[in-house]
């Protein structure tokens, strides 16, 4: 993505207009690599309930005004972690372009204005541009905690300073 296109994109708080494409940018990657779950479900069917009402956030990346990408930040119920990073998704035909390194800074950001001193994610290793992804924010892989999601197979962690 050239420098003038990466200016292009605007990361903008979720409202109720982004609803839709929160859950298809997510339920098109789930779905090509994995199945949906209970879970998957409770998040994408109402994000505002879900999410945001429960103390979390959710930042949606615009280009020319299209939802291209989604991250959520969700509130954890758990002494080692304030908040989960957790559905990212990137529309295909804008992979590989940073959207993705956006969202991530920008939920950093929102974590530590909400005071967040740990975040915690779940993935699959074998989604790589994404752990490469982690890894580049600053995530380190952890024994995490009981996941509800049977593709995980890595957990990680941020410790914000």
Known sequence: ??????????????????EASFRSLNEAWITHYFKMEASDYKALDNPQASIINNGGHIFVALLHNEAVGVCALIKMDH???DYEL??????????????????????I?????????????????ILKPAIQLYQKLGFKAVLGISSPYARCNIQMELKIQ
């Open 1 to 18: 993505m050239s420098g003038q296109k990466a200016q292009q994109i605007t990361i903008v708080d979720f409202s109720s207009e982004y």
């Open 79 to 81: 002494p080692d972690y």
């Open 86 to 107: 957790a559905k990212m998704a990137v529309a295909p035909n804008y992979r590989g372009k940073k959207i993705g390194l956006l969202l991530g800074q920008a939920i």
């Open 109 to 125: 950001a929102k974590a530590k204005e909400m005071g967040a001193k740990n975040l915690y994610l779940e993935s699959n290793t």
